[in-house]
Each structure stands twice: as C-alpha cells, then as structure tokens.
C-alpha cells in the first residue's frame, strides 16, 4: 500500500497554528449566513440564457452528520451547509437561474475526519455516489467533480477509475493541499499521470494549509489564507514540472486563481529564463502555462478583481463559480456591471464550461 507518510491534520502543524480550521469555518459561516435562510435569498434577475455555475457544494446526510460531530470535538461553530438539503438547493439554482451546478465537496473537512486513509476512501465514495445519484435525478441540471481522498495513492487510482467508469463522473475534485503537500509533491505524481491519461478536467479546491492560519494577522484566516493557497498549489504544478509533464489534464482552480493574477510577473521574473524551452518547466514561458489554465468567478467578481485576471488570461479561461451556499448564486449580477460584451458575459456565463464539458451543453 502506497500511503501519504503525512497524512492531513487540522489540528496540529509544526507552527503552532492548533484551531485555524475553527477560524475558517466560522469565518464562512459569517460571510455567507444568510445564503439558505428561508426569506433571505437575494430578488431573482434576468440572467443569461445558460448559467452554469462551476463551483457548487453538496451535503450528503450522513457526511454532514459526520462533519457536525466532528466540528463539535472541535469546538468549531456549525456553518450555513447545516441547512443545506436536495430541494433547497434546487429551489434556489430555479430562483437565481443557474441552469446547471457542476457539484464538488468543499474542502473543510473534504474526505477526511482525522481518520486514516481507509475511512477516507469510504467517504469519497459515499460522497460521488450522492453526488451522482443527484446528476442522475435532475437530468441536465448537475455535472460533477468526484472527490478523491489523496491518502493512500493506490487507493486514490480505484477511486478514479470508479469516478470515471461507474459514476461517469464529469471530472474530478481535489484541494490545494492535504496535509503539508501541495499537488506539485512527487507523492501526487501517478495520481496526476492517470488524469493526464484520461484527459480529466480537474477542479482544484482551496483551504487553510495547517502550517498557516495563526499567519492572518487578525483577519478571518479564509480571508487572506484560502486565495494564497491556491497560489501555493498553482506555483508547486509549475515548479515541479507537473503542468509540462500532464498536457492533457484541464485544470479548474477556484476564486480566480487566488492571488496568481496579482503575483504572476513577480513568479514570472524569478523563474521565466529557467523554465523556457522544450524540457523546461513552461516550454512557452511562465505567463504562457497561466493563460492555459481555467479560472472560476467565486468571490472575484469585484471590478479590481476582475481586471487583474482578465489582463492576466482571456475571457475563454474563466468560467462562472459561486462557493454555494457559502455566497449567494445571484453573482452574475456583479459581472453584469462590469459592463463585459455580450459575446465575453456569454462565455463566462455558460460558453467556457461547456468547451470544458461538453455534455453540459445538452
């Protein structure tokens, strides 16, 4: 058995960061309190014809029974998941027009409760078969991203052909890190090798690494924490040679690539001449392996925001996203005021999801 030395720890890390996954739940919870309160969802607006929403949460019941007893041992305030259920989150994607959620786990506590590698695999099961028994009940109106547990590696290769060939999965759903390991870690490699062979589109999920949610200096640790994660698994896939290596693979990270549109000339400055050339780690240049990537809209529809990315990759790299039930599904409002041309609203909208996903389109 092929199994990860470190497995993931919420709870204790080599600085002293015991309680970060305390913070950043409830941090959650305070931004996004009211997005399931009966009576609080924000008024429905004309949306685009097609809406795909490309970052959207799922709580299976036993797996949220599960992770309320286990905030409880923690002493971790309970979040807004707790009044997720099937026909809410339907009624909600009628009411703000998404025609359809590609469905993926959030990353706190993803697959694992501090339980070994086997009760890990247990609940990336449990949790794709939920997921894809929802695909199948509201024909066209999910896809999914199947979690994967990333504990055990040979495991992890079963739970991809499972992904793949019984649940028909749509892609696959990892975090920026499990444990001290981001994805670049040669332990990840023949994970990544069998997604590049299958041509996978992968979602990437962030979280608050265990070595670094005492370093917000006062702010919620999902504030500051959660976009540089991203940054730290996008950096590690770069430097590691792992986007030269899987062509193949179609990479999705969330909240718009994390701070990657603001740290992209600096990363490009210390590594650009190294990484050139046919056996380098970005054969076209550094900004050449970010413009290939695919980037969600959740929680980066701000002007600001917005325009570091788009001067970052074209309009055809970003897809909609909105970390539902965290925040609220109406955020195709924000894009809406940003005044985009009806062909750009169009393809973040529904257009570049469907080039990712084809059977969206149906």
């Given at each position: 058995m092929n199994e990860a030395k470190h497995r993931p720890n919420r709870w204790s890390c080599t600085c002293g960061c015991q309680g970060s996954r305390r913070h950043f739940l409830a941090g959650a919870a305070a931004l996004g309190a009211t997005a399931l309160l009966p009576g609080n969802d924000p008024?429905?607006?004309?949306?685009?014809?097609?809406?795909?929403d490309t970052h959207h949460h799922y709580y299976p019941p036993a797996y949220r029974q599960a992770q309320i007893g286990w905030e409880d041992q923690h002493k971790m305030a309970h979040g807004v998941q707790d009044s997720w259920t099937r026909e809410r989150n339907i009624e909600a994607m009628d009411k703000n027009g998404i025609t359809t959620a590609v469905l993926s786990?959030?990353?706190?506590?993803?697959?694992?409760?501090?339980?070994?590698?086997?009760?890990?695999?247990?609940?990336?099961r449990l949790c794709g078969d939920f997921a894809a028994e929802m695909v199948r009940d509201h024909p066209g109106r999910y896809g999914l991203f199947a979690p994967l547990s990333m504990l055990d590696i040979d495991a992890t290769l079963k739970e991809i052909e499972y992904a793949f060939d019984t649940l028909h999965a749509d892609g696959i759903n990892l975090q920026t890190n499990?444990?001290?390991?981001?994805?670049?870690?040669?332990?990840?490699?023949?994970?990544?090798?069998?997604?590049?062979?299958r041509k996978?589109?992968?979602?990437?999920?962030?979280?608050?690494?265990s070595c670094c949610g005492h370093l917000s200096v006062g702010a919620i640790p999902a504030v500051i924490e959660v976009p540089h994660d991203t940054t730290r698994t996008i950096v590690s896939l770069l430097l590691s040679g792992s986007f030269a290596r899987q062509r193949d693979i179609k990479w999705l990270f969330s909240h718009g690539g994390g701070t990657i549109p603001f740290l992209a000339g600096r990363i490009e400055a210390f590594y650009d001449k190294k990484a050139r050339g046919p056996n380098g780690i970005a054969p076209d240049g550094i900004e050449a392996e970010f413009r290939r990537l695919y980037y969600d809209t959740a929680n980066v529809t701000h002007p600001a925001a917005m325009a570091a990315l788009t001067k970052l990759v074209p309009f055809s790299q970003i897809t909609y996203g909105t970390d539902y039930p965290y925040f609220a599904l109406n955020q195709i409002d924000n894009l809406r005021r940003l005044e985009l041309s009806s062909d750009d609203l169009k393809a973040i909208a529904s257009g570049n999801a469907i080039q990712l996903i084809p059977r969206l389109n149906a």
């Amino acid at each position: 058995m092929n199994e990860a030395k470190h497995r993931p720890n919420r709870w204790s890390c080599t600085c002293g960061c015991q309680g970060s996954r305390r913070h950043f739940l409830a941090g959650a919870a305070a931004l996004g309190a009211t997005a399931l309160l009966p009576g609080n969802d924000p008024p429905a607006r004309a949306a685009p014809e097609k809406l795909i929403d490309t970052h959207h949460h799922y709580y299976p019941p036993a797996y949220r029974q599960a992770q309320i007893g286990w905030e409880d041992q923690h002493k971790m305030a309970h979040g807004v998941q707790d009044s997720w259920t099937r026909e809410r989150n339907i009624e909600a994607m009628d009411k703000n027009g998404i025609t359809t959620a590609v469905l993926s786990l959030a990353s706190t506590p993803g697959t694992w409760f501090d339980t070994g590698a086997a009760k890990a695999h247990d609940w990336a099961r449990l949790c794709g078969d939920f997921a894809a028994e929802m695909v199948r009940d509201h024909p066209g109106r999910y896809g999914l991203f199947a979690p994967l547990s990333m504990l055990d590696i040979d495991a992890t290769l079963k739970e991809i052909e499972y992904a793949f060939d019984t649940l028909h999965a749509d892609g696959i759903n990892l975090q920026t890190n499990y444990g001290d390991k981001w994805l670049g870690h040669p332990i990840y490699q023949p994970v990544l090798q069998e997604l590049n062979r299958r041509k996978a589109v992968v979602f990437v999920h962030p979280l608050v690494a265990s070595c670094c949610g005492h370093l917000s200096v006062g702010a919620i640790p999902a504030v500051i924490e959660v976009p540089h994660d991203t940054t730290r698994t996008i950096v590690s896939l770069l430097l590691s040679g792992s986007f030269a290596r899987q062509r193949d693979i179609k990479w999705l990270f969330s909240h718009g690539g994390g701070t990657i549109p603001f740290l992209a000339g600096r990363i490009e400055a210390f590594y650009d001449k190294k990484a050139r050339g046919p056996n380098g780690i970005a054969p076209d240049g550094i900004e050449a392996e970010f413009r290939r990537l695919y980037y969600d809209t959740a929680n980066v529809t701000h002007p600001a925001a917005m325009a570091a990315l788009t001067k970052l990759v074209p309009f055809s790299q970003i897809t909609y996203g909105t970390d539902y039930p965290y925040f609220a599904l109406n955020q195709i409002d924000n894009l809406r005021r940003l005044e985009l041309s009806s062909d750009d609203l169009k393809a973040i909208a529904s257009g570049n999801a469907i080039q990712l996903i084809p059977r969206l389109n149906a």
